[in-house]
C-alpha cells in the first residue's frame, strides 16, 4: 500500500512539474501582463502543492510550515505586482488621454 501512495505522489508531483513549465513559458511568451501575472500566481500555487506533497511524503511537517510562507509571499508578489501594473497602466493612458484632448 505504501508503494502504491508512493507511486501516486511521484506521478503528481512529475504532473505538477510540467505544468509549472508551461506556466514558465507563458510567463516568458506573454504576450500581455495579464497573461504574465496569471502564470505567476498559477507557478507559486503549483509550488505550493509541490511542497504540500513532499511534506506527505516524506513525513516532514516543517515543510508544511514552508508551504503556507511560500503562499503567503506568493500572494504577497502577485498584489504588489498588480497594483505596480495598474499604476503605470493608468499613467499610460492620462497621458495619452491628455495629448488628444489638447
Avoid at 510567463?27 to 509541490?50: E, F, K
Wanted: with cysteine.
Amino acid at each position: 500500500m505504501t508503494d502504491m501512495y508512493t507511486t501516486l505522489f511521484t506521478g503528481v508531483l512529475v504532473i505538477l512539474g510540467i505544468l509549472m513549465i508551461a506556466c514558465l513559458i507563458r510567463a516568458i511568451l506573454g504576450p500581455r501582463t495579464a497573461d504574465r501575472l496569471v502564470s505567476m500566481n498559477m507557478t507559486g500555487t503549483l509550488a505550493m502543492m509541490m511542497i504540500a506533497i513532499l511534506a506527505w511524503m516524506l513525513d516532514a511537517g516543517y515543510l508544511l510550515d514552508v508551504a503556507l510562507i511560500y503562499a503567503m509571499l506568493s500572494f504577497l508578489a502577485v498584489v504588489v505586482l498588480v497594483k505596480v501594473f495598474i499604476g503605470a497602466y493608468a499613467q499610460k493612458h492620462s497621458k495619452s488621454g491628455g495629448e488628444a484632448e489638447t
